[in-house]
């Protein structure tokens, strides 16, 4: 099973603060049966939002958390209908999630996780993440994963 | 100087997004730049990209840009940038330009310090002539550990950009006093243009104490915003009289308060940031700071006042009681509201004619400089080399009457370090008085000696008590540095878990 598939990804999420935002994300990894204690997740990826914002530069923010609930590692793409305020002053439009499971020994999806985080610091995928289509989308992130 | 070539590191709590992508934009920085770089990466997966040893030797300069610990101290002596790892992400090329600063730095320091310095090597001085090494005081850790190391390394780059004021202008006007104590003064006898001259010199070059002090502690937490309110606070804290404690209170004042400000500013746009950086920040907080300097400034000021009137009764009192308040409040702040009050009934006492007052009140402010000065003689291992580089210096500056030098080695630690020189001053006190040692010089150090009344007894008492306190601050900073090097023993046998 790949880490990101195009159903990974869902624009258009109606979600009003992070926490709605966090909580979309946490569905969609219920979803794709990635997860499975939707509650706790949000938690855990609030709990990580409280030590320092994951939010990036144009409106991208990258929520992750680590936790027994979730079955194995993933890579969800939300786009939020309008921009939601992440901190005092910080919006965010796209969040670009990494769910790891708690038990998770190996270090394969930490690599890839970690080149998610490299892969945002090109300016170009941020402007397809913010407005680019699914496919758009599934094309310029995936390839970097794959490198 | 040789192509450049920048080592970094970085990591966060979560080791997951932030240490990769703070990576990734101070590679990017560099290689827009045609800068060679490397950058080690501090994640969950471990270390990856490790720095070798031949690596941290060739690197012109080094970025630390980390919420956790790094292992930082292997980069002891190179030019070093040291910030959390969200400045990385978002001012990758400041960052560079601030790495490229300081290399530049400190190239012109080695190459200024070569040949002057002996076995130590040039590393230790290519840090811009930081005496005390300030880069390289470490501040991960978390939480409330973290919060004091910030603050403490915030106050160590104020005394260290403060020493070489107190040491130019304390050391001239020491030697102003050699023509005589009223040299200065036009309208005295002893009158001389050149001692004059030195007078004034020493006397503007040590006022600039208090200013710089607060000026670079508010640097060091705001940078350049900081800098500007934290000096002229830091001279309407001088003007006002409250000493050395005045400085860094005004100094954490600026750096933290202009902090405050420019978040409360970040929400401006940014097509405003050349206004705020030239016009609002200066204005705006020189104004709201300044005014709350010179609100606090009186009750600071005035409990000095208060003090000097309290030592002024006592100055028929039993000389043990009177030599050991004369030493505990020289020892106690180092040049600070509590010493000067000392040292300026002294003064006053000295146009009374009591000169024996004034004479323990210098034994007291000599004795904490050579204090620590004996102890890095007597106990080498206890202290670390930059350390000891300023103990030797503060033969010079005790000897000279400059109480100062010995605040490096009290901020430290003060709990235990201030009342072992407050026991050594106080001996070296005690004794003045019971020797009946006398100076009619209201500063000078030794140079004054010979002017002064029973110059050996004077000598001999502020000798002991240096060498009492010398004894006991050697003793315990060994026992200290034995202990920690139990503890690093006991750690490094463990495994270092990752985050």
Same mark, same amino acid.
Request: hydrophobic share 50%.
């Given at each position: 099973m790949s880490?990101?598939?195009?159903?990974?990804?869902?624009?258009?999420?109606?979600?009003?603060?992070? %926490?709605?935002?966090?909580?979309?994300?946490?569905?969609?990894?219920?979803?794709?049966?990635?997860?499975?204690? !939707?509650?706790?997740?949000?938690?855990?990826?609030?709990?990580?939002?409280?030590?320092?914002?994951?939010?990036?530069?144009?409106?991208?923010?990258?929520?992750?958390?680590?936790?027994?609930?979730?079955? %194995?590692?993933?890579?969800?793409?939300l786009r939020s209908a309008a921009p939601v305020e992440w901190t005092a002053g910080e919006s965010v439009g !796209?969040?670009?999630?990494l769910l790891v499971p708690g038990a998770e020994a190996g270090t394969t999806h930490l690599q890839i996780l970690s080149r998610v985080a490299r892969a945002l610091m090109n300016k170009g995928l941020r402007e397809t993440l913010n407005g680019g289509t699914e496919a758009e989308i599934h094309e310029a992130l995936g390839a970097r994963l794959d490198a | 100087m040789s192509e450049q070539f920048i080592i970094a590191a970085t990591g966060c709590p979560t080791g997951v997004a932030h240490t990769f992508m703070a990576a990734e934009a101070i590679s990017q920085a560099a290689e827009a730049r045609g800068i060679e770089i490397k950058v080690e990466t501090h994640g969950q997966v471990g270390v990856e990209n490790a720095l070798t040893p031949a690596d941290i030797e060739r690197a012109t300069g080094v970025i630390v840009a980390a919420d956790k610990d790094v292992q930082a101290e292997r980069f002891q002596g190179k030019p070093l940038v040291d910030v959390g790892v969200a400045v990385a992400i978002h001012e990758p090329d400041q960052l560079i330009d601030r790495v490229l600063a300081a290399a530049e730095r400190g190239a012109r320091a080695a190459s200024s310090a070569e040949g002057a310095q002996g076995e130590d090597g040039g590393a230790d001085a290519a840090l811009d002539h930081d005496l005390l090494d300030v880069d390289s005081i470490e501040t991960g850790g978390s939480g409330a550990r973290r919060a004091l190391r910030a603050i403490y390394k915030h106050l160590m780059n104020g005394v260290s950009y403060m020493l070489p004021f107190v040491v130019g202008g304390g050391v001239l006007l020491a030697v102003s006093f050699l023509w005589g104590i009223y040299?200065?003064?036009? &309208?005295?006898?002893?009158?001389?243009?050149? #001692?004059?001259?030195?007078?004034?010199?020493?006397?503007?070059?040590?006022?600039?104490?208090?200013?710089?002090?607060?000026?670079?502690?508010? &640097?060091?937490?705001?940078?350049?915003?900081?800098?500007?309110?934290?000096?002229?606070?830091?001279?309407?804290?001088?003007?006002?009289?409250?000493?050395?404690?005045?400085?860094?209170?005004? *100094?954490?004042?600026?750096?933290?308060?202009? @902090?405050?400000?420019?978040?409360?500013?970040?929400?401006?746009?940014?097509?405003?940031?050349?206004?705020?950086?030239?016009?609002?920040?200066?204005?705006?907080?020189? @104004?709201?700071?300044?005014?709350?300097?010179?609100?606090?400034?009186?009750?600071?000021?005035?409990?000095?006042?208060?003090? &000097?009137?309290?030592?002024?009764?006592?100055?028929?009192?039993?000389?043990?009681? @009177?030599?050991?308040? @004369? *030493?505990?409040?020289?020892?106690?702040?180092?040049?600070?509201?509590?010493?000067?009050?000392?040292?300026?009934?002294?003064? #006053?006492?000295?146009?009374?004619?009591?000169i024996t007052f004034m004479a323990a009140v210098s034994a007291a402010c000599i004795a904490p400089p050579l204090i620590t000065a004996i102890a890095c003689t007597l106990f080498p291992r206890g202290f670390e080399p930059a350390e000891r580089r300023a103990g030797y210096v503060n033969y010079i500056l005790g000897s000279t009457h400059i109480t100062e030098g010995a605040i490096p080695f009290a901020a430290r630690n003060p709990l235990v370090v201030i009342p072992i020189l407050m026991v050594g001053s106080s001996i070296a006190s005690i004794l003045s008085l019971l020797w009946g040692a006398g100076s009619p010089a209201p500063h000078g150090g030794f140079l004054v000696l010979p002017i002064a009344t029973h110059p050996f007894l004077w000598f001999g008492a502020i000798l002991i008590g240096a060498l009492v306190g010398g004894l006991l601050f050697g003793l315990y900073r060994t026992r200290a540095a034995r202990r920690q090097a139990l503890r690093a023993e006991a750690t490094a046998s463990d495994p270092v878990p990752s985050a």
């Open positions: 880490i990101f598939t195009q159903q990974s990804i869902r624009l258009g999420v109606p979600a009003r603060d992070q %926490r709605q935002f966090l909580q979309a994300v946490a569905e969609l990894g219920a979803e794709q049966g990635i997860l499975e204690d !939707v509650p706790g997740v949000v938690a855990a990826m609030l709990d990580r939002e409280k030590q320092s914002t994951t939010a990036l530069m144009d409106g991208v923010a990258i929520p992750h958390a680590k936790h027994e609930a979730i079955r %194995r590692p993933g890579v969800l793409v !796209v969040g670009v999630a | 040299s200065a003064d036009p &309208e005295s006898s002893e009158y001389n243009s050149f #001692a004059a001259a030195l007078n004034e010199i020493g006397g503007v070059g040590l006022g600039l104490m208090v200013p710089i002090l607060s000026a670079f502690i508010a &640097e060091s937490v705001s940078k350049r915003p900081g800098l500007v309110v934290g000096l002229v606070t830091g001279m309407i804290a001088m003007n006002n009289g409250t000493g050395f404690l005045g400085g860094i209170v005004t *100094g954490f004042l600026s750096g933290y308060g202009m @902090l405050g400000l420019s978040k409360l500013l970040s929400r401006m746009p940014s097509a405003l940031n050349g206004l705020k950086a030239i016009f609002i920040f200066p204005v705006l907080g020189s @104004l709201v700071f300044g005014l709350v300097t010179v609100l606090i400034s009186a009750p600071m000021a005035g409990f000095s006042g208060f003090l &000097e009137d309290f030592l002024t009764g006592f100055q028929g009192a039993n000389p043990v009681i @009177l030599g050991l308040i @004369l *030493g505990v409040m020289c020892a106690f702040d180092m040049g600070g509201p509590l010493n000067k009050a000392a040292y300026v009934t002294g003064v #006053a006492l000295l146009s009374d004619g009591n």
